[in-house]
């Protein structure tokens, strides 16, 4: 047994990037088993089941958590170690890996992992970052750190969730196209650092990170270390202008046009009917909700 001070958590989603990528989990495992370290995998049947056994790994003195996965598994990182001196480390294995990117990590899995022991075997290799808390949920304060989406975007995610075909990722570009059908504006309700604010919006994100979505950059100015957070709301357009619309987003290009606004600040309340808030791409709850930075409340292995 290794002294606890190496002792490392490793957090493995099998079905990352549906399964393409379960391979992942148990190679980063044997690579750090390899240079020296105590490491303890963990795996579940179920997302819930994950985090209640990573819950009780952390319980114990660990010197880093690792998560293999994409958006998903970092925001179940995320919510354990926010907060607290345990530093996060990524290998990107889902679809999106969204965070990881606007961490500067390599998409690669191996050259992921060679950073992760660099940074392991670096006593500079920790990184603050900000993080956000979400209140007014059915349940416990939660955490994230890319971004929480309250507008079209998080109905396509609900309603890719909600489908059992096809598994693959073009589920979403199926979820995208019924929704795009019920496309409208909806009245929002927000306070940003005090000031209230009331707009119509087909499209609202509170951002951490700039990049939600496998590459869209809804917020190309937001920085994961700057104390803000960006607020990125699309004005009521029609289908046709929204279709044009959206592969600038993916170049971060329609920050410019007159229909985009952005608003930054620490704290920010939502509420709108009929809408729920989606965070890292995981459900979190219907609005209204309140998010709340942390500034460097996040340690990263990158």
């Known amino acids: 047994m290794g002294s606890p001070a190496k002792r490392i958590v490793v957090a493995i989603n099998p079905n990352a990037s549906f399964g393409r990528t379960r391979h992942v989990g148990p190679a980063v495992v044997g690579t750090l088993k390899a240079a020296g370290h105590d490491v303890v995998p963990l795996s579940a049947p179920d ?17 880093a ?3 293999v996965g994409g958006d998903g598994m970092v925001n179940l990182g995320v919510d354990l170690v926010a907060g607290t001196d345990v530093p996060l480390g990524i290998v990107p294995a889902g679809t999106g890996n969204d965070f990881a990117s606007g961490l500067g990590l390599p998409a690669d899995t191996a050259a992921a992992t060679d950073v992760l022991l660099e940074r392991l075997a670096s006593p500079a290799g920790v990184r603050r970052v900000d993080a956000a808390v979400v209140s007014g949920l059915d349940g416990p304060d939660r955490w994230f750190a890319g971004a ?7 109905r396509v995610n609900e309603r890719a969730n909600a489908m059992r075909r096809p598994k693959g990722a073009s589920r979403y570009v ?3 196209a019924a929704e795009l059908v019920r ?30 979505g496998g590459g869209m950059r809804i917020a190309p100015d937001a920085a994961l270390d700057d104390g803000l957070l960006d607020v990125f709301v699309v004005a009521p357009v029609s289908r046709g202008r929204f279709l044009r619309l959206f592969p600038k987003v993916f170049s971060g290009t329609h920050a410019g046009l007159d229909i985009v606004e952005f608003r930054r600040g620490r704290v920010v309340t939502l509420d709108a009917e ?12 219907p609005l209204p909700l309140t998010v709340t930075l942390h500034p460097g409340a996040l340690r990263v292995l990158a």
């Open 274 to 285: 009929g809408i729920t808030a989606f965070a890292d791409g995981e459900p979190f709850g």
């Open 47 to 63: 997302f819930d089941g994950l985090v209640r056994v990573a819950r009780d790994a952390l319980r114990l003195p660990t010197a």
């Open 183 to 212: 496309l409208r504006a909806r009245r929002y309700r927000l306070t940003i650092d005090g000031e209230p604010w009331e707009v119509d919006s087909v499209l609202l994100s509170v951002a951490n990170n700039g990049r939600i």
């Open 148 to 154: 929480l989406s309250a507008g079209f975007d998080a």
């Open 174 to 176: 199926i979820a995208l």
């Open 65 to 67: 958590f690792v998560v």
